[in-house]
């Protein structure tokens, strides 16, 4: 069986770990702790190709316990019955270190069935995920182990491994490989601080580039390969959850680049249901009452890029995107509903003032008759002074007017109508 390249090149001591330098340079916390041999249960959190499992594997070869390893997408609990086993067994003499990849994907029960061996020390877990380990593992896990998390490598670093790689790939065919440092930089940006996505790239290139007597790799090549891999994006995590929230805070911050960057990302994962609506929340929320007339039309461009779906729907999108960022901008609307809305939670105004309630009778021992209430539009300027709010909160003010001019020229407007009233 061929091994890939990316386990080929698994790193021999912590200084040939591309990356992750915050944990691992000299003299930092996880990088003191593997080097003190005294290994506590640790779960490593962060995308894929980045580090985890070869940090594991590292970690593994340094300590006398027996190793094992489990892949949380195909474990049983079977598996990990019998990784127990055979702690009564010679071979689990010292103990058991085991590495389980993506152990999001274990169940409650599956995780349950570790707690008592991990809590005596008699299996060491070393655990790899890709979604928040506060979301996805059983809070009885994570309080008996550290969290570390693992970030995107940056180009440069990726560029030591992909130069590593070239090398290792020449000695093994014996022949000269000519990769140019434009690819090189095109595979190092591309795969979006992905190490492992960037040795498979550098590995596909190179047998597309064999021409016999020697392998030639140019930008074309790589782009041609790589093109698409850039894009870090699942649907489902963190991922997702960050690229969308990028995209709204960069339209309230009237940021029309990063939106428009962002928007991409979202473009190019295909995910259309998102990116309207973000901008349909953005336009409600952050222009609002400052430029009302933005709500419809967004509504209109997301209508449209529903209507004619992807590639041609970012068009819509874009246009939307650019008008949010670029109008003025008001919270005013939110502000006031929330404020609202902390009266109701606290149990506020629940009874309705009489002259607003459906009241078309009135019984006999009502001395009061009649619901008294004024029609706003029998008076001069279609208003007059009444209470709506309900006793207790009668006082109450949710509402303040921005300091854009569409809302000063309401304010300018009621103040004329009710000071004259």
Not at 9 to 31: F, M
Not at 255 to 272: H, I, K, T
Request: aromatic share 8%; with cysteine; hydrophobic share 35%.
């Amino acid at each position: 069986m061929n091994t890939p390249l990316a386990d080929r090149l698994r790193p021999e001591t912590l200084d040939d770990i591309v990356g992750q330098k915050e944990l691992l340079a000299p003299g930092r916390p996880l990088r003191k702790i593997i080097e003190s041999g005294n290994i506590p249960n640790l779960i490593f959190y962060g995308p894929s190709g980045v580090g985890k499992t070869t940090l594991a594997s590292y970690i593994a070869r340094i300590t006398n316990r027996s190793f094992k390893k489990l892949n949380g997408t195909t474990a049983s609990t079977a598996d990990i019955k019998e990784i127990v086993s055979s702690l009564n067994t010679f071979e689990g003499l010292n103990g058991v270190l085991l590495y389980l990849d993506e152990i999001q994907y274990l169940n409650k029960k599956q995780q349950q069935t570790l707690l008592e061996f991990i809590e005596n020390g008699s299996i060491t877990l070393i655990a790899s995920t890709t979604e928040n380990p506060y979301f996805y593992i059983y809070n009885a896990i994570l309080s008996r182990s550290t969290v570390f998390e693992f970030k995107a490598v940056e180009p440069e670093e990726v560029a030591h491994a992909v130069r590593r790689a070239v090398r290792i790939l020449s000695e093994e065919k014996g022949k000269s490989i000519d990769f140019s440092d434009a690819a090189v930089q095109h595979i190092c940006k591309a795969c979006g601080g992905d190490v492992r996505k960037s040795l498979n790239a550098v590995e596909l290139c190179v047998l597309a580039g064999d021409n016999g007597d020697t392998v030639t790799v140019d930008e074309e090549l790589a782009k041609s390969l790589t093109q698409r891999s850039g894009a870090r994006y699942d649907r489902d995590g963190d991922s997702h959850y960050d690229v969308i929230s990028a995209y709204q805070k960069s339209m309230r911050g009237s940021d029309v680049d990063a939106a428009l960057f962002y928007l991409a990302r979202l473009v190019e994962a295909g995910d259309l249901i998102s990116a309207c609506r973000r901008l349909v929340v953005c336009a409600c929320e952050d222009v609002g009452l400052a430029y009302p007339q933005i709500i419809p039309i967004v509504k209109s461009c997301v209508d449209i890029a529903m209507q004619v779906g992807f590639p041609e729907a970012r068009i819509p999108l874009a246009d939307a995107v650019i008008m949010v960022c670029l109008a003025p901008k008001s919270n005013s609307g939110v502000n006031a509903i929330s404020a609202a809305q902390e009266d109701v939670r606290a149990g506020l105004g629940q009874i309705v003032p009489r002259q607003l309630q459906n009241k078309h009778f009135d019984g006999e021992e009502r001395e009061e008759k009649g619901q008294n209430y004024l029609y706003p539009h029998s008076y001069p300027n279609h208003w007059t002074a009444q209470q709506y709010l309900p006793d207790d909160i009668k006082d109450h003010r949710y509402y303040e007017y921005g300091e854009n001019k569409t809302e000063q020229a309401y304010k300018t407007y009621w103040e004329k109508i009710k000071g004259h009233n």
